[in-house]
Every structure is written in structure tokens, then in C-alpha cells.
């Protein structure tokens, strides 16, 4: 399988650069993994609804570069469906067993994502209600994606 992880921004602090590197090494047991940094762009204090829309624009059209249309497509939103880790695992399993060889996990930046990546998306999953910072999320996905494959594989795991 492979999993690609395609973000709006980069992962400036060395202690978020050095927990990726931890999970991709892990991951790489079970799946091929890449990462994708897009750039993001700089939002204005009070900035209006038309300017956030542009600016959500600009970034989801540099994800969609990255959004295979073989792939199936994740995209990481407050109001997705949320599993706990053992049904994330479960649909890691079962895509997978349909003939999904590559995911697309897709992290939006500031603002989220755009309403063409939205609509591009297969599935859109909720991680929690909580805003999380675009780096800590990255670290997030990439530990519940690890975590998913020791369920797949019936390995321990700490809980």
C-alpha cells in the first residue's frame, strides 16, 4: 500500500521534524509513505470572507497537483466522520482489501481546506471537535496511521 500525506505548510520545529521522522521509519514497515508540503499563504489580520476564500483557493490548488485521480482521497476536517483507532485501522484494512493501493491523507492549512479539495475528497475524517495546529496534526495522522497498521497485523501496541 501506499500512503501519501499531502499538507498545506511545513514542519518548522525540529521536535515536530524528528516525531515524523520517528512515525515514517515505523510506517515504513507496512507501507510506502511520502510527504507533501505545500506552501501556505500569509492571512491577514481581519481579512474577509472573500479574501479567506481566495486564499483557501491558492493552497487547495496546490494540493490538487498532488491528488492522484486513482487515489483514494482523505481529507482531514472538524466536521468528518470520527473513529476511534481501531475503526481508522479497520478502514485502513478494508481499503486495502478493495483494491485501494494509494491514500491520499490531505491536511489543509489555517483556514482549511478548499471547496475543490473538499469535493475531491472520498472521505472526510474528524480527528476531534478541538483545532489543532497544521504541524501537530501531521504528527497526529501519522501516529493513529502507524497505531492502525499494528492493529491490522495483530501487534502490541501501547494503549
Known amino acids: 500500500m501506499k500512503i501519501t500525506i499531502a499538507a498545506v505548510g ?10 515524523a521522522a520517528e512515525f ?6 507496512y507501507a510506502k509513505l511520502s510527504l507533501i508540503e505545500t506552501a501556505d499563504e500569509k ?10 476564500a481566495q486564499i483557501k483557493n491558492k493552497e ?16 482531514l476536517v472538524i466536521n468528518g466522520t470520527m473513529y476511534d483507532s481501531v475503526q481508522f485501522a479497520d478502514k485502513l484494512h ?11 491523507f490531505v491536511i489543509g492549512g489555517s483556514l482549511g481546506l478548499s471547496d475543490a479539495v473538499l469535493k475531491r475528497a472520498d472521505l472526510q475524517v ?9 504541524q501537530l496534526m501531521r504528527i497526529l ?9 499494528r492493529i491490522i497485523n495483530h501487534e502490541p501496541y501501547h494503549k
Open 141 to 149: 495522522l501519522l501516529e493513529q496511521i502507524y497505531r492502525g497498521f
Open 126 to 134: 474528524s480527528f476531534s471537535k478541538m483545532t489543532f495546529p497544521h
Open 10 to 19: 511545513k514542519l518548522k520545529e525540529p521536535f515536530y521534524r524528528a516525531a
Open 24 to 29: 515514517e521509519k515505523r510506517i515504513g514497515r
Open 60 to 75: 487547495g490548488t496546490r494540493l490538487q497537483k498532488y491528488l492522484d485521480p486513482k487515489a483514494y482521497v482523505i481529507a
Open 43 to 52: 492571512t491577514p489580520d481581519g481579512a474577509g470572507e472573500g479574501e479567506i
Open 94 to 104: 478494508r481499503l486495502g482489501v478493495e483494491g485501494k493501493s494509494h491514500i491520499i
